[in-house]
């Protein structure tokens, strides 16, 4: 890969992280809702078809990359690495319990019609594995991406995505404070937000008292 398409591709992944971060957020949701209020059933499932379609040229771009590794998990390395990176593919698949994969996706909300909220925090929710970190989906994706072999298009594109994900986590948060108040502020104080802490966790007992509140 030449260093131009370097260039593309850091500036690709900037583009990509501003406008999803837009996207996401309340005052475009409510500018969309009150513009177009037949649209609101679809904006979930609208914005993660772009989501992923807006993804494929930066995929493209890493496809086509070359040139030496730069980071390599080879020697005394290679085994811990792909045992940390096992142990993030299987954190993912168990967090997934913790979230209505349905709304998620967009599916709650398209059925719902016109009666459709675009404002989609859903039930506050303490799954096992976000009883020791706010936000296991993003710990366990970083697992699996800071484990791989990388030349430089990869390189770019991890450090890329571990900034749109600690932002995006700040501003997710903003929204489930403004969807859960003081109950998601008590549970931010316990627990972590990326980055598990040994110390800090909820036990089984006190998730489902937090989550009563």
Same mark, same amino acid.
């Given at each position: 890969m030449t260093d131009p398409n370097l260039l593309l591709l850091a500036a690709g992944w900037a583009l990509y992280g501003?406008?999803?971060?837009?996207?996401?957020?309340?005052?475009?949701?409510?500018?969309?809702?009150?513009?177009?209020p037949g649209l609101r059933p679809w904006y979930r499932l609208a914005y993660n078809a772009f989501a992923l379609l807006s993804a494929l040229p930066l995929l493209w771009l890493i496809a086509i990359g070359d040139g030496p590794m730069l980071i390599q998990w080879t020697g005394a390395?290679?085994?811990p690495?792909?045992?940390?990176?096992?142990?993030?593919?299987?954190?993912?698949?168990?967090?997934?319990?913790?979230?209505?994969? $349905?709304?998620?996706?967009?599916?709650?909300?398209?059925?719902?019609?016109?009666?459709?909220n675009v404002h989609d925090e859903g039930?506050?929710?303490?799954?096992?594995?976000?009883?020791?970190v706010r936000h296991p989906w993003y710990?366990?994706?970083?697992?699996?991406?800071?484990?791989?072999?990388?030349?430089?298009?990869?390189?770019?594109?991890? $450090?890329?995505?571990?900034?749109?994900?600690?932002?995006?986590?700040?501003?997710?948060?903003?929204?489930?404070?403004?969807?859960?108040?003081?109950?998601?502020?008590?549970?931010?104080?316990?627990?972590p937000g990326l980055f598990p802490v040994p110390w800090k966790h909820l036990t089984a007992a006190e998730a489902a008292e937090l989550t009563r509140r």
């Open positions: 501003l406008l999803h971060s837009l996207l996401a957020a309340p005052r475009c949701k409510d500018w969309m809702a009150r513009r177009m390395w290679h085994w690495a792909r045992v940390i990176a096992l142990i993030g593919g299987v954190g993912l698949l168990i967090s997934f319990g913790a979230y209505d994969l $349905v709304e998620f996706i967009g599916l709650r909300q398209w059925r719902a019609g016109a009666a459709a039930e506050f929710r303490i799954g096992f594995c976000n009883r020791y710990f366990f994706s970083l697992l699996i991406l800071w484990t791989q072999d990388m030349n430089a298009a990869l390189l770019i594109s991890a $450090v890329a995505i571990t900034i749109y994900l600690v932002i995006g986590s700040r501003l997710e948060e903003h929204k489930l404070i403004a969807a859960h108040g003081a109950t998601y502020r008590r549970y931010m104080a316990r627990v």
